[in-house]
């Protein structure tokens, strides 16, 4: 009973880490057709960003509640910088080519983003751990539950339905959702789809950021943290469906239960778990679990 | 044999769409027939269908004495029964020549892998017979030429060359002219059917343009709504006031490029 | 055709005879180098038909372990034998793979075939009678009982790999001709017209994988003899991308692409780790984004271009 409650625990603070990373990737993905992995850097950015400058406020003992604003703040100023860097200067002469030539372009974007680590950071491991103590403990039944984790959990759930929300409901939503069904289509209508594809680019960054902030805390920010991250997030995607956020909550979520589950009872099969749940989906929704299948060809 | 094509209930449904229903047809052999009925009226359907491109939900489909109901395309076009498609299926990065090397090379190895990797691309034979049915199907002046480059109608006939290049026993052609101007219409028809003529191959069309139909089929099938409503010569269908309400709309005078080709 | 097979194989053979000539690191290197270019070889294959893996690293690592694997827990060290065993593997792993990775394409194709890849770097990281993290050593082979001794050793092995390297050069070469082998274009162009000709682009494609598949687990297998040490990373994505850098880089035009290609990739890796520490990927990266960029078929392509000749089928 305490191993499943657990699992349960372990495996929510898991699915809200990997819809964090997943859900820029996926809307990038479902407007742009891209996959984009550099994806990975805005993770390992967002990290370092968040290990240096929070850790400075931190130290300097400045209020803790402005501390996570100053998170959020991060992120979306490295999300930006970083977003238009590569939409506009790289993304910009390769629209139209092949899908799998222009993941190869991104692949090395973040291949030269990933040195530009080193060069800017050096090879030590940065650790940020303030905002940890600050969120201190909560007791839950028999077991002790990180406040920070909580906050994960929770913040996770808020920009999933605030995401889902914005898709639905708002003018600006809508235009990304008709460019994700049909780009050609939403242009005929009179859509700037170029403008679409700068500020989805630019907010999948500035998610992918936050998730390497958010994640700061609770891992060793070093080298390296990119390259693990870019493939959990595409099998969140891939499984979830790409371009659908309600997908990308729901892999995460099956993914984190499903690996809490390995590591609890039987953690050799810990990544074979990730990608075998995800190898499972394609076999029988070859589209995702939250697409639509392709219409017919002849 | 009688009928070389008898399909039994055929049937599609796509979920609680219900695109073919009850369709009963028995074609003998050499029978060249025309298909028409407006759009989503269940003809390319019933041609995916026959060519293995969409499994029934009921009924059979019969070719000479094999049931083929459901079979793969791959399956029913080594059997005998080719196609040409409403947007040509053809190569487009390689030449004329090329296309049909591939096409014929194909159609010599056997199905199955090892035959494949065994067969040598171009030989002799094959080669031949490329350059006979680029011939054939009068393109051999762009035998050399991209087929991304190629005008509408010579990738028709290209899609339609390569299509015979199994030496099938039925051939169906879906929408052999559309995207084609007026005045060449009848032209491509008149390559396509001489290239047909005397090699024992049945035919069924799906076409828009009745004149197109009333020139070369000798059987027509009006399709409505899923089903087929009429199933007679030409003259007879053609001239069928519901048929005239529902498809094809008043008989015209004849245009004038019809009455060339009469 | 068969010039350039003449040519190819006068190039294998001037190498072999050069090599006692050159320096160790140099022909340490190259046997690296060419072992790779198997891997190479069979993403050429896949490449001409549309397809790019991401995951090829499986089977060069399943080579290499297999041959890692052999000279730990057993008595056997017949060079031939341990190759044998090791493409045998890759080519079962890829016939079972197959049956599931035929049926994508493009993304998917490429990212499914990732995530197996990944499976099994999980595997190998976690389990310790593999190795774990740190991988193990793999023995020295013997080639038909004879045990050569010293620098011998290096020479030995380069030239049973420059061996391997000729003879699937010829080989695929020979596929290309075939029927299976030339329908790469129109496999890309247009699948449904194949399948109504009577092909199984399914079929098809699940032979190419296990070509690719089989040259990449004895490419995996060569390496881990010459760098005499396997581990987990040879399973990892970016081992994966590596090979695909160097496709892309090289082009899919010539089956020698494969080779020059992989040569001239280790040298370059060879030289910027000396003159440039710490931005081999910048370099990498660069590379490839004016590759793709400016010369889309690949630095091979320069030379049919130099040459006049129109682009190979």
Known sequence: MLTAFAILTDGLVYAAYLFLVAVGLTLIFGVMKILNVAHGSFYAYGAYGAAIAVGVYFDQGFPAAGGFLLMVLVAMVIGLLLGLILERGLLRLVYGKDEVVVVLVTYAAFLILEDVIQLLWGPNSYSLYQPLDVAGNVDVGPLVLSGYDIGLVVFAALVAASASWALRYTRWGRLLTVVIFDRELAASFGVNVSLVYTLTFVLGAMLGVLGGVVMAPKIAVTLGIGVEVIVLAFAVVAIGGMGSVGGAFVGALIVGLCRAAAVHLLPQIELFVIYGVMALVLVFRPQGLFTRAQPRKI | ?262 | MALRSIIGTLGFLLIALAAPTLPAWLVSLATVAFANGLVVLGLIILWRAGLVPFGQALYYAIGAYTVALIGRYSEIRDVLAMIAAAALLSALTAFLTGFLLARYREIFFAMLSLAMSMILYGVLVKTETLGSTDGFHVELPTYFDYQPQGEMHLLVLFWLVLAFCAMSALLVSLYFRSVAGSLALPVRDSEIRLEFLGISVNRLIHLKLVIASTLAGIGGALAALSIEHVDPNMSYWTTSGGFVFVTILAGAGSVAAAFVGSFVFELLKSIAYDILPGTWQIFLGSALLLTILFLPEGIGSLFGRLRGRAKPV
């Open chain 2, 1 to 262: 044999m009688s009928t070389i094509l008898a399909i039994q209930n055929l049937g599609k449904a796509f979920g609680s769409l219900v695109a073919a229903r009850d369709i009963n047809i028995a074609v003998p052999p050499l029978q060249i027939i025309g298909i028409i009925g407006a759009n989503g009226a269940g003809k390319t359907t019933f041609v995916n269908m026959i060519t293995g491109y969409l499994r029934p939900s009921s009924g059979t489909i019969w070719f000479k004495d094999i049931d083929i109901t459901g079979r793969p395309s791959r399956e029913i076009s080594r059997l005998g029964i080719a196609r040409s498609f409403q947007v040509p299926q053809i190569f487009p990065s390689l030449t004329v020549f090329e296309n049909m090397c591939a096409a014929t090379a194909i159609a010599h190895a056997s199905g199955g892998l090892l035959a494949q990797i065994l067969t040598p691309l171009h030989s002799p034979a094959t080669t031949a017979k490329a350059e006979a049915a680029v011939e054939l199907f009068r393109i051999g002046s762009y035998r050399n030429a991209l087929a991304a480059t190629l005008p509408q109608g010579v990738r028709k006939l290209l899609d339609i060359a390569m299509a015979l290049a199994g030496a099938p026993r039925v051939l169906l052609l879906d929408e052999p002219t559309s995207g084609i101007a007026i005045e060449e219409k009848f032209d491509l028809m008149d390559v396509v059917m001489s290239a047909l003529k005397n090699r024992g191959i049945t035919v069924l069309f799906v076409e828009h343009d009745m004149d197109i139909v009333e020139r070369y089929a000798d059987r027509v099938l009006a399709f409505y709504d899923g089903t087929v409503i009429a199933d007679g010569s030409p003259v007879e269908t053609l001239e069928n006031p519901r048929i005239q309400e529902l498809i094809s709309g008043p008989k015209l005078k004849m245009t004038a490029v019809a009455a060339l080709h009469a």
